[in-house]
């Protein structure tokens, strides 16, 4: 059997299939390269995973649902799907909203439609984000809050692909699992998320931008715990629920949200330099604070955050002065 895994070349899509195929199993790595970061990196994280005989790379838009179908081999053997490709970022949704229709939105339903043809899937898990809760001001966020005040275009195509698979679980019958996932960091992460941007700014004698005039929490989950969390939710299926039907969705997260000026102190500590702080003023579509509720997934699959920013952050610290050369 195989677990299909998209956005294999991603951030998380990559630490999950190394972890995947060290647990033994097959993996069906799809993603299309796209430039939204660094190219490099990408295929950097991929030629990792290719020293593993069991590890199958398509370049795939899986947009193109047509194109995925004809390119999956033994699409019979596939009984998992992680779907964790998708088009990032919150600014970058202001700029250019038609790659966030097509990858979250287009490329969701397209997954969801290979998932009914494919009929040996038992779990179909993918990839939400923090971002759905919006304007939200309850603190922490809860899977039982509304989610209908997105601040962003980024927020609502990835509440939409809630929505879409909600109906294929409830129509269709597939079992699904939504994650929404909280400030991701760790080795091999990504350029456009802050703890990449701060590290290499600080190397470089540049300043970082801290918006809200630094006054903002996030709630930064380090990448180990995630992948363990996804690996106990992809093993367990949902249940029927009173109606039948076989869905569920989850915050993951780190349960502890950290000051922003903390974060970056942590940062300077772990790299022996000093940042030059340049405060700026908030921006659309951003978000004060994020803090997760996790007594769901927590009660369900013994999900416990273990890793703390103090640790966290000097080990990816560790990872960019390597990868760079430094």
């Known amino acids: ?39 490099a990196l990408k295929e950097a994280r991929l030629a990792r995973l290719a020293t593993h005989k069991a590890f199958t790379p398509l370049k795939l838009d899986i947009a193109d649902r047509a194109a995925l179908l004809r390119a999956l081999p033994d699409p ?4 998992a799907v992680a779907h964790l490709a998708a088009q990032a970022g919150v600014r970058y949704s202001l700029i250019n909203p038609d790659a966030y229709v097509h990858a979250n939105v287009v490329g969701q339903l397209a997954m969801l439609e290979l998932c009914r043809k494919l009929e040996g899937v038992r779990h179909f898990v993918y990839a939400s984000t923090s971002s759905v809760y919006g304007g939200n001001t309850t603190l922490p966020f809860s899977e039982t809050d509304r989610v209908d005040d997105p601040l962003s275009l980024y927020a609502a195509t990835k509440r939409s692909a809630e929505l879409m698979t909600h109906v294929y679980a409830r129509v269709h019958g597939i079992p699904t699992t939504g994650l929404r996932f ?10 456009d998320m802050s703890a990449y941007l701060f590290t290499d700014a600080i190397f470089a004698g540049k300043p970082i931008q801290l918006y809200n005039n630094g006054a903002m929490r996030r709630d930064f989950t380090f990448i180990d715990d995630i992948v363990n969390g996804v690996l106990k939710v992809m093993a367990g299926p949902p249940p029927a629920d009173k109606s039948g039907v076989r869905e569920r969705l989850y915050n993951i997260g780190n349960n502890r949200p950290e000051e922003l000026l903390h974060y970056v102190a942590v940062l300077e500590r772990a790299i022996g330099k000093k940042a030059i702080i340049e405060l700026a003023p908030m921006q659309p579509g951003e978000v004060t604070e994020t803090y997760a509720d996790i007594s769901a997934i927590q009660r369900d699959f ?14 990816f610290v560790a990872w960019f002065k390597a990868y760079h050369g430094l």
Not at 18 to 25: D, R, T, V, W
Not at 182 to 191: D, L, Q
Not at 302 to 315: A, Q
């Open 1 to 39: 059997m195989a677990i299909l895994v998209t956005g294999a070349a991603g951030f998380i899509g990559y630490h999950l299939s190394h972890a995947l195929l060290a647990a033994g199993e097959r993996v069906i790595g799809v993603d299309n390269l796209n430039d939204y970061y660094s190219v």
């Open 182 to 191: 909280f400030t991701v960091y760790g080795p091999w992460g990504r350029p």
């Open 76 to 79: 019979g053997t596939i009984s």
């Open 302 to 315: 013994g999900f416990t955050p273990k890793t703390r920013i103090e640790e966290g952050i000097p080990r």
